[in-house]
């Protein structure tokens, strides 16, 4: 294990003395249960002189969650989220996907902000500093070029693979920031950025959240639907320990036969989140062959194949998309 | 190739005898606690005042010509107190020593520690720097200008194997061909296994199948990192501190390499997080000795998991070819294979023993295994657990699997037809000794597991799996304390973590007393004589045929007390139940005497009691198994569950069950990891691209099941206790076992490792087709 460089981390109890430390401290970075940043800092990717720890914030451990909607503080961590009774009782997704995270130890660790803001990965950046400057860094770091898509033309295609967004995602969730000009609530799906350039968004794998500097996350929300079942599939090589290869949310309704609203969204894919577009026009009516059919093009459409991660893109979009088609299949026979 | 005897080796044969302590499960694992708490002292955890961190650097490049190494600057650094490259090391000629289960070449060991004419491979060390911190370290590492002339390189065997492959080595001439080739090439050597007329049994056969395989390199996976630190003292002694499995055998190595008179080297062997074969040759140890001596400091090296997967030694990457002939009513008559297997950097792979193993579980008259050892652009492959045997398994337990299907037999009893037993004779020389092969056969048909009903998409496999039990120089020594407990000296290394239990145990029994009285240590290079590498699973079989003798030996010096005491001769007392007793009524009557006894009052009567054995043992009593895996495949993802794991072994004897099933159930874990996920992944710039265990994927403990084991014990005879090694025959089956499995659930079978869900994927929409058609 390479040594890590030195750094100061404070420990603040209150939202605002964090803004004040932020202030004090321009290039410092907050830290959760640091499963995420601690590994890229003792990898040479970055070495923040301060880490500021999100781990004292009272105000920030706290989860609600009704039969309405749901609000869960940044500093809450995995292993309590996923076993949250209420948690479990309304929003299966999350639960799910809050038990799949990682490893016991990590999810003991891991905090809700850090899995929101997760760093985006890539086989050429997720590597010791040899490894990086053996292979000519690239754009995501201080190189000039992506070695996925040297053609990319200064866009990184680094992969999202945080498993707890897509489950928010499909109830329109909202984040709460606190910065240095105050408080602002964002949707989510503006919050992530970086579905590189085909969508016009101006984002990609490198610049994937819309956070201004100094601001922190304070609280993620949700709000449901009546109705709605909900669950998360995920796909990995190894069963723990494991990054993503491809992460599923599903929430539907069902109305005796007919299928009365269908939401999908999907981690591991994109250089952000994904929330598929066009699920409404596949409601209405009962779940059929034609359904999947047009799910499956809505998925070639929308999720990427780029070589990110050591399992073939292809392959990632394929079982992305089946797992998709399980999940909506499993949801609507339980909705009988 | 195969391990021979020699003439004066020793061999104690097996005594039937009723036991009190061998064979059962003590309360006591001395190393436990200590592992557990974090008290246990691997190399890393060790310190020495005044010491300073080595660093290496390393080749970026697969294969390029050094031309130039400017190491001012990094001198200049401050807090740099040593900088070395090849100028530091004499350079060696050819000269080949066996260590552990595949030989080496000193012209080559001296090349693969630090880089001289050539890099061979991403990660090749070209200089080492020693400083006063890491950050210091690794900043002079940056500062060293090191001028490459980048070759065209190599990776894949069948690439390697090509005529106009980019060449390794100028100077390398196939061996093994007549006439020696003018061309140099990759192939270092070619060997060759024969027996009977291989055209006249497939003339002989109904049904022959040929088919190839490959398989990618995987790592041994140990926890814990290369680590050592080395002290080499104004006064010229040079004391190390390493993670080792063959202290005795490092030893010789920094002596021949630095050119250092053995008896000014102690080399001490520190706890060891697992090595698997993978810490059988010197690394650091030697880069450490020698920063040491320039800075007059001593120095700690400890590799980066990014450096073990670059550096050190993973398996070959083999590509095979399998032909197997039966006649109708499945009686095999021919079995021809082809193995090529990369031995990286430099010549020396496992081929040797992976060829005598081919066809070695079966009784096959007509026998023809070609092995070829080819260089390429990796590092030097160590050995691994049966090095090279689960590769081949693969390749032959598939085709046997076809063959089954083929003649309507299930795949059990078309192995029990054709299994070899005491007798057979082997394609390699020798015919076997009593084996425990039909036994496990038998064990598994007879297994609830094979009554497990499948369901859809499930498929039930089996393979097995043969390896030898190495000998080989082994030293021991045992002291009675005053108190009657004993210390005992081993030479071999706790590979297992159950090592010194099991010695303990043996000289517990020879003694005659309670296994918690015996402690088992470890002794430095001084203190005992030769030891080989702890490999071929030679540490409890080998170890303890040294304990016995060395507690013979003790035993006879109690004797020789009790008989002071008694005023009579040394013949007129016996050894019986852990005390001295007259030999007879004859003798007179006196009340038997415990060791304890006897111990305190040694001193005045002759001194310590105390035992020693300095052997070479023989080799014998290989082992088999069998296993029973099932599994089921997702077809959407590709993605294969293990359900069910049953595994079936000779173990001889089982000196402490519940180890022998740790073993089993390592051996197999391991097996699954390397069949499933496990593989090294190179960029076309010849780089690895997923040096570290997020991306190389051992399974975790959610990947596998409990692993079911069972023990069949036919004594090794060889033996005094009929131990048989046992730690390398679980991993062999398991590719084979899992491939053949995946066929019987989806009806397609997988040649191409690893068993990966793209793969696996890949394998079912090629054969959707053809399926569907059916
Ligand atoms: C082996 C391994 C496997 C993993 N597998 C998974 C997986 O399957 N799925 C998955 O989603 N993740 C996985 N992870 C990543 C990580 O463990 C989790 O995402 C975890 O939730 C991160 O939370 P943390 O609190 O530890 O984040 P940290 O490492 O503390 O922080 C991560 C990032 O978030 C920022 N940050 C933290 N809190 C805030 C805040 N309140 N406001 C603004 N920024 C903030 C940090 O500055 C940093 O950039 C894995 C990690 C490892 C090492
Ligand atoms: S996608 Fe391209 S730019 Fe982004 S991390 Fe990977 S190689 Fe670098």
């Known amino acids: ?336 | 190739m195969a391990p021979k005897p020699g003439s004066f080796s020793t061999s104690i044969p097996y005594e039937e005898k009723k036991l009190k302590i061998v064979g059962t499960e003590p309360a006591d694992r001395p190393d436990a606690v200590d592992k557990v708490t974090g008290r246990a002292r691997y190399a890393a955890d060790y310190n020495l005042p005044g010491q300073l961190i080595g660093k290496v650097l390393r080749s970026p490049h697969a294969h390029a010509r050094v031309l130039s190494i400017d190491t001012a600057a990094a001198e200049a650094v401050p807090g740099v107190k040593a900088v070395v490259t090849r100028d530091d090391f004499p350079d060696m000629a050819v000269e080949h020593a066996a260590s552990g289960e595949l030989m080496i070449n000193f012209k080559d060991v001296t090349r693969n520690m630090m880089a001289r004419e050539k890099v061979f491979y991403d990660g090749h060390p070209v200089a080492a720097v020693a400083a006063v911190s890491e950050s210091a370290a690794k900043k002079a590492l940056k500062l060293i200008k090191v001028e490459y002339e980048v070759l065209p390189h190599v990776i894949d065997v069948e690439a390697a194997m090509q005529s106009d492959a980019p060449i390794l080595h100028e100077d390398q001439f196939t061996k093994g061909v007549d006439p020696t080739p003018e061309k140099p090439s990759n192939i270092a050597t070619r060997i060759e296994s024969k027996l009977g007329d291989i055209e006249a049994g497939f003339d002989q056969a109904d049904l022959v199948i040929e088919r190839e395989f490959r398989t990618k390199p995987v790592h041994q996976g140990y926890i814990e990192p290369q680590a050592s630190i080395a002290n080499y003292t104004d006064g010229g002694q040079v004391e190390v501190w390493t993670s080792t499995q063959g202290h005795f055998v490092f030893r010789a190595q920094i002596a021949k390499l630095l050119q250092l008179d053995m008896s000014k080297i102690t080399v001490t062997a520190a706890e060891l997080g697992g090595g698997f074969g993978g810490k059988n040759n010197v690394y650091l140890e030697p880069l450490a000795v020698v920063l040491s001596r320039k800075s007059r400091r001593p120095v700690k090296m400890v590799m980066t998991r990014d450096e073990v997967f670059r550096a050190t030694g993973p398996t070959s990457g083999t590509h095979t070819k399998v032909k197997i002939g039966v006649t109708k009513d499945g009686r095999i008559t021919a079995g021809q294979a082809e193995l090529n297997y990369q031995s990286g950097a430099f010549a020396g792979s496992s081929v040797p023993m992976a060829a005598i193993t081919v066809f070695t579980r079966y009784d096959i008259e007509n026998v023809l295994v070609v092995g070829h050892d080819v260089t390429c652009n990796r590092p030097k492959v160590a050995a691994y657990r049966a090095p090279g045997a689960p590769m081949i398994a693969f390749g032959v337990e598939s085709v046997l699997d076809e063959l089954a299907e083929g003649v309507g037999m299930d795949p059990v009893s078309f192995r029990l037809k054709n299994a070899a037993r005491e007798g057979t004779q082997t394609h390699y020389g020798p015919k076997l000794g009593p084996i425990g092969f039909v036994e496990t056969l038998e064990s598994a048909q007879a297994h609830p597991h094979m009554q497990e009903k499948l369901g859809p998409n499930q498929g039930r496999g089996v393979a097995t799996g043969f390896w030898f039990t190495l000998g080989k120089e082994t030293s021991a020594t045992l002291n009675v304390g005053e108190d009657g407990t004993v210390n005992v000296i081993m030479g071999t290394v706790d590979v297992t973590g159950g090592g010194r239990s099991a010695l303990a145990m043996v000289v517990a029994e020879e003694l005659g007393i309670p296994t918690e009285k015996v402690r088992v240590k470890s002794g430095d290079t001084t203190a005992l004589g030769f030891n080989f590498m702890t490999a071929g699973s030679r540490g409890t079989a080998a170890g303890s045929m040294a304990t016995v003798k060395a507690s013979r030996d003790a035993i006879q010096k109690a004797c020789e007390v009790a008989a002071r005491i008694w005023e009579v001769e040394t013949e007129e007392v016996v050894w019986e139940d852990g005390h001295a007793r007259p030999a007879s009524t004859n003798v007179g009557d006196f009340e038997p005497l415990s060791l304890a006894d006897l111990a305190r009052r040694a001193g005045a009567l002759g001194g310590t009691i105390a035992g020693h054995a300095e052997l070479d043992v023989a080799m014998g009593g290989p082992g088999f198994g069998t296993h029973i895996v099932d599994v089921e495949v997702d077809r959407q993802t590709g993605a294969v569950k293990v359900l069910r794991y049953t595994l079936v072994q000779d173990a001889g004897k089982a000196v402490y069950p519940k180890f022998i099933e740790g073993q089993f159930q390592g051996g197999a874990v391991q097996g699954i990891g390397m069949a499933l996920n496990e593989e090294y992944i190179y960029s076309e710039k010849g780089t690895l691209e997923n040096p570290g265990f997020l991306d190389y994927r051992v399974p975790v403990a959610s990947d596998v099941p409990f692993i079911n084991t069972e023990i069949v014990e036919v004594p090794n005879p060889m033996h005094p206790y009929g131990i048989r090694g046992i730690g390398e025959v679980p991993i062999i089956p398991p590719i084979a076992a899992l491939s053949n499995a995946i066929y019987h659930a989806t009806g397609v079978r997988l040649r191409d490792h690893p068993l990966s869900p793209p793969k696996v994927l890949a394998a079912l929409d090629e054969a959707a087709p053809a399926i569907a058609a059916e």
Request: aromatic share 6%; glycine share 10%.
């Open chain 1, 1 to 336: 294990m390479d040594a890590l460089p030195e750094f100061q981390v404070l420990h603040p109890t209150t939202v605002d003395e964090v803004v004040a430390a932020r202030k004090e401290h321009p290039h410092s970075r907050m830290i959760g249960g640091g499963t995420d940043l601690l590994v890229n800092i003792r990898r040479g990717i970055e070495a923040p002189p301060v880490l500021i720890d999100t781990g004292d914030l009272q105000e920030l451990k706290t989860v609600e969650a009704t039969a309405d909607s749901i609000t869960v503080g940044a500093s809450v961590r995995l292993t309590e989220l996923a076993q949250h009774a209420d948690v479990q009782a309304h929003y299966p997704v999350i639960a799910e996907a809050a038990e799949s995270i990682a490893g016991p130890t990590h999810r003991n660790m891991g905090t809700v902000g850090g899995n929101i803001c997760l760093d985006t990965r890539c086989i050429f950046y997720n590597q010791s500093e040899w490894w990086r400057t053996t292979n000519d860094d690239c754009l995501k770091t201080t190189g000039s070029m992506c070695h996925v898509a040297p053609k990319s033309d200064g866009v990184c295609f680094a992969t999202f693979s945080g498993d707890l967004a897509p489950g928010f995602l499909l109830f329109d969730g909202e984040i709460d920031l606190i910065g240095p000009d105050g408080r602002r609530t964002v949707a989510l799906q503006d919050f992530y950025t970086g579905y590189a350039r085909q969508d016009g968004s101006t984002g990609d794998g490198k610049n994937y959240m819309a956070i201004q500097p100094g601001e922190m996350v304070l609280r993620v929300r949700g709000k449901n639907t009546p109705g709605l079942l909900t669950a998360y599939d995920k796909v990995r090589i190894r069963r723990s320990i494991e990054y993503p290869v491809a992460g599923c949310a599903v929430a539907l309704k069902r109305d005796g036969d007919t299928l009365s609203d269908l939401r999908v969204a999907f981690t591991g894919t994109n250089p952000r989140p994904v929330r598929l577009d066009g699920t409404e026009a596949l409601t209405g009516g009962p779940l059929t062959e034609e359904t999947f059919t047009a799910l499956d093009d809505l998925c070639k459409d929308q999720l990427m194949s780029m070589k990110t991660t050591f399992t073939p893109g292809h392959y990632r979009r394929r079982v992305a998309t089946q797992m998709a088609k399980r999940l909506v299949q499993r949801l609507f026979d339980e909705g009988a």
